[in-house]
């Protein structure tokens, strides 16, 4: 069994459970040493969901080392087939082991999804521009990791929702160590400056975000 730990919309069991179905000992963590950030173009908002191409709101989250933070994660295990499937639907990260640890400070080992490069995404995991324009190119023509881009509305309600169920320390942690691509603006300025987002518990996100949002 492989351990996989979670930031985003995997915060939600229900939604974890969707995309692993299989998966076993759903928890709450503490990663230490680590932010999120919304620096991520995510491709499924334009090639699933109808995003404009040209808006700056396409930012899914993705993971970066800051070693003045720590973020509260989901932990589970799933099988190596389930992690395959994973591990391709979220193709565009790079995946780190990290050290999570329990409400009882047991420490473990996890998998999570984190920042790359436009550069090593295309010369590294791609093996061909074929595979490229396949995955990335016939959907989106721009860079994927950007530093002006700004949450798309849904998904980050979706995640906020997904904090907020797991109590109150868990929404703090999501709003104060969550940052836009210009890693700089907390995504509680962010979401407080917003009227667009002052309902976002009640929003009605419609769907499950299970590829490439993450994790």
Request: some cysteine; charged content about 25%; overall charge negative.
């Amino acid at each position: 069994m492989i351990s996989i730990v979670g930031y985003g919309s995997l915060l939600s069991e229900r939604s974890a459970r969707e995309t692993i179905p299989g998966l076993e000992n759903f928890r709450i963590v503490t990663v230490p040493g680590y932010r999120r950030i919304f620096n991520k173009v995510g491709v499924v908002f334009l090639s699933r969901y109808g995003a404009d191409p040209h808006s700056l709101e396409l930012a899914s989250c993705s993971t970066e080392a800051c070693n003045r933070s720590q973020i509260i994660c989901s932990q589970f295990e799933c099988s190596e087939a389930d992690f395959a499937e994973l591990y391709e639907r979220e193709h565009r990260f790079n995946w780190v082991d990290v050290e999570t640890l329990s409400a009882s400070g047991e420490r473990s080992i996890g998998r999570m999804c984190s920042s790359s490069t436009d550069n090593y995404y295309r010369n590294t995991k791609c093996r061909s521009e074929a595979e490229y324009q396949q995955r990335v190119g016939q959907y989106y023509a721009g860079l994927l990791w950007r530093t002006d881009i700004l949450p798309y509305p849904r998904y980050l309600a979706f995640c906020l929702q997904a904090a907020h169920g797991l109590g109150g320390e868990a929404l703090d942690n999501f709003l104060d160590h969550s940052y836009l691509a210009d890693g700089k603006t907390p995504i509680r300025d962010y979401v407080e400056t917003h009227e667009s987002l002052s309902s976002w518990r009640s929003i009605d996100c419609g769907y499950s975000y299970e590829t490439e949002t993450n994790s």
